[in-house]
């Protein structure tokens, strides 16, 4: 027979083996199926060790067991509070280092977003096409793809705390650098803008993966619930971004922004020097760890990575091309067009949290991506609106009203599908065999960045280039069908992964019945 132990492992008497996380009905520690035991097809590389849990645990046992004595994150205070992510029931360190790592990801994401009333502008002015515009835009996600990993992959050779500190302030530095631009002129220009964004995709991508990879070991438990709480740093700093950038660039000209902005960073970068204390990775150091290959043979990691390019690129094909749209259109100022940008993450970031705390349910994690896909398909096509459904179906109006309604229906869309993301691949790690420690954190949180770094490289030169050939409201359109088609490869997966799963069980079930009855027989004899 099975049991379940106090952490939520199941063991049985000849041999431990995890339940496959890859299907929609897989049972969670609180209802756990007895009696079977399945390895699903897709966790080839799924062992018989100790018996796997299907959420990520934390780095010492449950005996209290620890060999690093140097550590300054304690063992009582990495138990305590990761249960539930709770600020009253979690420890102080805990708390410091969310509220630090949050507050650092407010000032990366206003660092990031403050650009987009003025900047597409002001480069169309000294000689950059459209097409290099999206360019600038997108080419820090380059570096990001392939630093993002590289990053996750030696956290704990670098050192969690190390890469959290050095990122922050390689960011701040690079913004304030990004101000002195606007000294120069057409070739020049683009040049220094491509070498200052790539220096600054090194600082956030090093610092965003070491905050995750943090964050996911202090509460191992409630991975979604923080992710989603993170978001309103995140959706904040999205949403003050525009416009404090349109309001100090109408103050100060174009380099104000940057320097205020920037100095913020460095600010944070500091604080968080201050307060984030050591992390109990060394012990890890020595350990071999899981290559990403390994993580990418998984089929449920790789179509999320896939999930995250896609919706990445959903949301920041507009950063090049909505503000030129806004302005012609209906003849919006800067001021106005960081409205927009300001009421899209004033949305998400009020309701991120809240679908954090639904994505821990296992069971809710594939419903909340497929509804989060279904309503941003909707959402791209109703941006323009698409010419189907303006000019050829009558449906909808080209009105600055409509605009903006899907602008929300866009942001309500990104909070179920974004925060099942990181759970989906943890999970899937966890069951294909590979070990929940720090260097795994890492190594997810570095292709989820790797991942969202895709889209946002794809985005915004794609839509540019469509948008100089088609217009804005056929670039839209053609996002649009991009959404809708993975949201079905995702469908038909998850599918074929509940029929599998089911024949399985009923395969197993079957199997241990004629077992019984063989052992009654002897028995019997």
């Excluded at 520690?29 to 080839?44: A, L, R, T, Y």
Aim: proline letters at 5%; one cysteine or more.
């Amino acid at each position: 027979m099975e049991e379940v132990n106090r952490s939520g492992q199941h063991t049985t008497e000849d041999s431990q083996a995890s339940m496959d996380r890859t299907s929609v009905l897989s049972h969670s520690p609180d209802n756990p199926v007895p009696d079977v035991q399945i390895v699903g097809s897709f966790n080839s590389n799924s062992t018989e060790e100790h018996g796997k849990q299907w959420w990520p645990a934390s780095s010492t046992d449950d005996n209290g067991d620890d060999d690093d004595d140097d550590e300054v994150v304690t063992k009582e205070e990495d138990q305590e509070g990761s249960q539930c992510f709770c600020c009253p029931k979690g420890s102080r360190t805990q708390i410091l280092t969310f509220i630090c790592i949050g507050i650092s990801n407010l000032a990366g994401y206003c660092c990031y977003s403050i650009i987009s009333p003025f900047f597409p502008e002001v480069a169309l002015q000294r000689g950059a096409s459209q097409t290099t515009v999206g360019l600038i835009f997108g080419c820090y996600a380059v570096v990001c793809v392939f630093a993002a990993p590289v990053f996750g992959k030696y956290i704990t050779t670098i050192g969690s705390r190390f890469m959290l500190v050095a990122g922050v302030c390689v960011a701040g530095c690079c913004s304030m650098m990004f101000g002195f631009v606007e000294y120069m002129e057409g070739t020049t220009f683009v040049v220094f803008c491509f070498l200052i964004r790539t220096m600054e995709a090194l600082g956030v991508s090093a610092y965003f993966t070491a905050g995750t990879a943090i964050l996911t070991h202090a509460f191992p438990n409630s991975a979604a619930k923080v992710m989603g709480i993170l978001e309103v740093f995140s959706g904040l700093g999205l949403m003050a971004g525009p416009p404090i950038g349109g309001l100090l660039y109408g103050v100060g000209g174009f380099k104000m922004p940057f320097l205020v902005v920037g100095g913020m960073m460095l600010c944070c970068g500091g604080v968080v020097w201050i307060l984030v204390p050591q992390q109990d990775d060394k012990q890890e150091r020595k350990k071999k760890t899981a290559s990403l290959l390994s993580f990418l043979r998984i089929p449920t990691i790789a179509l999320t990575c896939g999930l995250t390019v896609v919706m990445s690129c959903s949301i920041s094909f507009l950063d090049p091309i909505y503000q030129p749209y806004l302005s012609d259109q209906f003849e919006m100022s800067p001021t106005d067009v960081g409205l927009v940008f300001l009421l899209w993450s004033g949305v998400y970031a009020v309701t991120a949290p809240a679908f954090g705390f639904f994505a821990d349910i296992q069971i809710a994690s594939r419903f909340m991506i497929t509804g989060g896909m279904v309503v941003l398909t909707v959402s791209v096509l109703m941006i323009a609106p698409s010419p189907l459904l303006s000019d050829y179906l009558h449906i909808l109006p080209v009105k600055e009203w409509v605009t903006i309604v899907g602008c929300v229906v866009m942001s309500l869309a990104c909070g179920p599908a974004f925060s099942s993301i990181f759970n989906e691949m943890l999970w899937a790690a966890s069951d294909a065999g590979i070990e929940d420690n720090f260097a795994t954190y890492g190594m997810v949180s570095g292709l989820y960045n790797a991942g969202y770094s895709v889209g946002e490289f794809v985005g915004p030169i794609a839509s540019s280039v469509l948008a100089e050939k088609f217009g804005f409201p056929w670039a839209t359109t053609v996002f649009g069908g991009f959404t809708l088609f993975y949201t079905i490869v995702l469908v038909i997966f998850y599918l074929w992964d509940y029929m599998y799963f089911m024949h399985s069980k009923r395969r197993h079930t079957a199997l241990s019945t004629e077992e019984d009855r063989e052992c009654l027989l002897l028995e019997e004899v």
